[in-house]
């Protein structure tokens, strides 16, 4: 079995503090590296060793597969951790690393190309035996045929890219007339997007929960599941709030959904962490796709099985098998994530900048994921996170009350945070019930917009 002495670790922000973290307990070197951007950024200065691997825009620096390369070569790393977005799940990003003998640090090369495809993936999901959302076989190109499957699922269908990710390149098609510019702007987005216009159609679900369930896989033909995260908080089918364990499911519809899934998965020849996602709407699972990585919202599992995924992660990576049976696997408690975003909470600015004063939220059952600290400054290149709030307790009720607390302690100056946003949340009825669907989050920030206009 290969031993890991060295990582290097190929990311940024709160997410390369995580990987770090584990790292450093498992007695694994690290090895930063950073655009010049994030010189002065907590990750560089927390790692081993630091290495500048070029200028702000990501292309030139995070995503630059050579120059990440020649890091591991100079620092004698034996392995890659990529994280989450960036080079995560990129092909052959993880072909170069594996032809230079060293560890990807996540699933085998294949895999990410078959699930990168969506179309791909939806055809593997289907072969494993899940349930998968009704839609077009392959490729659509074609208007007419695209008419005909459409009446053939019924309206309202959903034209999705099958490079997608980030919940970008999606067009709802409510008619006929609608679909043929659905198609159209969802192709030359796809294209100027992902590079790849081409796209696929599925029937648009209209109250659907996202339930997406985590995976633990080893290389030796082990696969256990660690239950589910409800991520139905979401705006422009981004996630803004994830919670374990879901409000929706019975203990025996998870151990059933969680199985199958794993028996999927195992059948797939997968290792590494993975998350399968699925639509879930009148008690019936639909999969929309599987993530090849770990996933922003880890942390909500982890709180609740008391395991460090990554740290499982690493070592499926060096080829241990599973230290852990799925009847090892626990769940206590109740757990949500917010994810603190640099942004308006209510028209979705972006706000980078210096962070003038930074104090994080503490106490029992409370986590922070963060890698701001009193005078970092925020670079306007990456993505607006700032951080996760991640909180536990015994219940859902408690988990709320804590959550509430936990913002209340938050200090964040300088920039503009979306915590007004998570405190609006938290207070809904609908959320505190817990019967809510994907399309939530946005028909609560309209009427939220419409009493504000009122009350003028
Ligand atoms: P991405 O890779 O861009 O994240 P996903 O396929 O994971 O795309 O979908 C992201 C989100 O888009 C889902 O969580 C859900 O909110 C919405 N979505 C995807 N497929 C459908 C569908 N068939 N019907 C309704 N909503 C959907």
Not at 58 to 76: N, P, Q, W
Not at 279 to 298: A, K
Not at 322 to 350: C, I, T, W, Y
Not at 373 to 392: N, W
Request: hydrophobic residues 40%; glycine residues 8%; negative net charge.
């Amino acid at each position: 079995m290969a031993k890991i002495n060295k990582i290097v670790i190929a990311n940024r922000g709160e997410i390369a503090l995580r990987l770090i973290r584990a790292a450093r307990e498992m007695g694994i070197a690290t090895v930063a590296v950073h655009s010049t951007a994030d010189a002065d950024s907590m990750h560089a200065r927390l790692a081993d060793e630091a290495v500048c691997i070029g200028p702000p825009p990501s292309k030139d620096s995070y995503l630059d597969k050579r120059a990440i390369m020649s890091v591991a070569e100079l620092t004698g790393a034996d392995a890659i951790h990529p994280g989450v977005g960036f080079l995560a799940e990129n092909q052959e990003f993880a072909e170069m690393v594996e032809a230079h003998d060293l560890i990807f640090v996540g699933p085998s090369p294949r895999h990410l190309g078959l699930m990168g495809d969506k179309i791909a993936a939806k055809q593997a999901a289907i072969e494993a035996g899940l349930p998968v959302v009704p839609g077009s076989d392959g490729a659509i190109s074609d208007v007419d045929e695209a008419r005909k499957l459409a009446r053939d699922i019924g309206y309202p269908v959903l034209i999705k890219a099958a490079s997608g990710g980030g919940g970008r390149g999606m067009k709802v098609a409510r008619s006929d007339e609608e679909l043929e510019s659905a198609l159209s702007t969802a192709s030359r987005e796809a294209k100027a997007a992902f590079g790849d216009p081409v796209v696929y159609i599925e029937k648009y679900l209209d109250n659907p929960r996202h339930i997406e369930i985590q995976i633990l896989a080893d290389a030796h033909g082990n696969v256990i599941h660690l239950g589910e995260r409800d991520c139905s908080v979401q705006r422009r089918h981004q996630k803004v709030v994830e919670e374990a364990p879901s409000p929706a499911l019975s203990e025996e519809l998870r151990a059933e959904i969680g199985q199958r899934t794993a028996d999927a998965v195992k059948f797939l020849g997968y290792r590494s962490v993975g998350t399968v996602e699925y639509l879930y709407q009148d008690g019936e699972f639909y999969f929309i796709e599987m993530n090849t990585r770990l996933q922003v919202e880890h942390p909500v599992t982890e709180m609740i099985t008391g395991l460090d995924l990554v740290e499982h992660q690493i070592r499926v990576a060096a080829g241990e098998k599973l230290s852990l049976r799925q009847e090892d696997v626990k769940f206590d408690g109740h757990a949500f994530e917010l994810r603190v975003n640099a942004e308006h909470p209510f028209n979705f600015m972006p706000s980078p900048g210096l962070v003038t004063a930074y104090h994080p939220p503490g106490g029992v059952g409370v986590r922070v994921d963060s890698h701001m600290f009193a005078g970092y400054r925020m670079p306007p290149h990456y993505d607006s996170l700032a951080g996760k709030i991640i909180v536990r307790a015994r219940d859902r009720e408690l988990a709320i009350k804590r959550c509430l607390r936990a913002l209340m302690e938050t200090h964040i100056d300088g920039i503009t945070t979306n915590l007004e946003l998570h405190d609006f949340i938290l207070r809904q009825d609908a959320f505190r019930s817990g019967d809510i669907t994907i399309h939530w989050l946005e028909q609560a920030l309209e009427e939220r917009e419409v009493a504000a206009g009122a009350g003028k």
